[in-house]
């Protein structure tokens, strides 16, 4: 059916979950990538509608799968989160794509309750909060060493 490819091909991120070896850093990287060049696609408005069909796509897209690691909407989105009030230099983003990767891998409390959210909820909760997480550190990176 169209609608599960539609689905499908926004959850992967346009199919780079679909890439070997640790898609969700694929995902997050591909975030910066897009960041850098083409910054007002980061706006608020896309952030939110990016939140809400990422939750709907990855919910629909997920089949029985708790939180396939093909479906990489939700690093993209939290790579972003982390970005929100930085300037998209390489530096800030080489920084603040350490910083979300270490969240998101590491999973401290409470980021790895917010996974037990039902569906898409679970699948985007947690990497949206350690996208914040990501976010504060770079701000206090930027404050205590530069």
Sequence with gaps: MIR????????????VGYLPLAPGT????LAC?????????T??????????????????????????GRIVIDEYVGMLVTMIGHDFTIWNLTKGFILF??????????????ERLPGGYGIMADDLLAGLFANVLLFAWGRLLG
């Design 101 to 114: 990767r270490a969240f998101d891998i590491l999973k401290p409390y409470p980021i790895r309750k917010l």
């Design 33 to 41: 990538v897009i960041a850098y060049f083409f910054p007002h696609f």
């Design 43 to 68: 706006s608020p408005l896309i952030l939110i509608f990016l939140v809400v069909a990422g939750i709907a796509t990855a919910e629909r897209a997920r089949g029985s799968d708790e939180d396939p």
């Design 4 to 15: 599960d490819r539609v689905c499908e091909w926004f959850a992967t991120c346009s199919y």
């Design 26 to 29: 694929w995902g997050s990287l």
